[in-house]
């Protein structure tokens, strides 16, 4: 998930008030939800995040408003325009989201937001400072090549990150069906960010939790799930958390024989292999298909 720190400011303050209730929720009623070295570590992480959102924004506004100087059409800011661009930026967000888990490239920064094994408000602020820099912003530069305005994408950007940060919290269960069949909800997300095998890349929505229905990557929160990554992280500090996956990933692309399997080391999902000994998700959900 994308950080709050690169919406708009005033969100921020809900955010931290959402933070601090669920902190005090959790002290009086003994949840254990937080623990103080993990905390501490998202805290740091999202303090990060602010000093370099000038970074971040100076780099997407620039992509944004050259995209849009050389777009094929020009689109109006009438009120229905800003509906469906809302609609188009959610559907490019699933796509980001799934290519996240799906492509070792962008895998790298986005593991730095599925390493906590709490599951709490503060997981919101756990992300990886490499993430614009790594490309996520050019996902969305098509919305401006059509001629959606900058402005428009960017406050729309805005919302879309801004929902969501309720969805980090095992204080909330499962809502309404009606909402829960639209939305994205904490119950949704909750699965998206276990390490269960049979929740393993699912539930990659933005807002609207239509798209994984109907891409086939949706899956109902059933027994509590297990929160972080497969294989655990040895130990918990900050370079752990930000740089051992991009180490790894540099390491193989570097000492990978010949260039088709370097650039299949970056576009392939985690997991990959050149010689099979270790396996993405969908390669082990086909062996678990045969062995049936």
Request: with cysteine.
């Amino acid at each position: 998930m994308a950080s709050y720190f690169s919406s708009i400011p005033v969100p921020i303050y809900i955010v931290l008030l959402f933070f601090l209730v669920e902190i005090f929720i959790d002290q009086k009623e003994h949840r254990h939800l937080y623990k103080r070295r993990n905390t501490l570590v998202n805290i740091f992480i999202g303090l990060g995040l602010v000093l370099i959102i000038f970074i971040d924004r100076t780099l997407i506004l620039f992509v944004y408003n050259f995209m849009y100087s050389i777009r094929l059409f020009t689109i109006s800011n009438s009120w229905y325009i800003w509906i469906i661009a809302f609609i188009l930026y959610d559907f490019t967000y699933y796509w980001y989201h799934r290519c996240s888990h799906t492509v070792n490239w962008f895998w790298a920064s986005h593991v730095v937001h599925h390493s906590s094994e709490q599951y709490n408000a503060s997981v919101g602020f756990r992300e990886s400072w490499t993430a614009q820099l790594s490309g996520a912003f050019l996902f969305y530069s098509w919305l401006l090549l059509f001629g959606f305005d900058p402005l428009m994408i960017y406050a729309v950007r805005a919302l879309v990150l801004f929902y969501q940060f309720w969805l980090h919290t095992e204080l909330i269960g499962k809502l309404h069906p009606w909402f829960e069949w639209l939305f994205n909800t904490p119950s949704h997300h909750r699965v998206h960010h276990a390490s269960d095998f049979k929740y393993l890349d699912k539930n990659h929505g933005g807002v609207l939790m239509i798209w994984d229905r109907l891409l086939g990557t949706f899956h109902e929160e059933e027994e509590k799930p297990t929160y972080g990554l497969t294989e655990k992280l040895e130990v918990e500090n900050l370079s752990t958390i930000m740089w051992s996956d991009w180490k790894v990933l540099f390491r193989h692309v570097s000492s990978a024989p010949s260039v088709s399997e370097a650039v299949n080391y970056m576009i392939q999902p985690p997991g990959w292999s050149p010689d099979g000994s270790t396996k993405t998700v969908k390669q082990l959900r086909k062996e678990l298909q045969r062995s049936h």
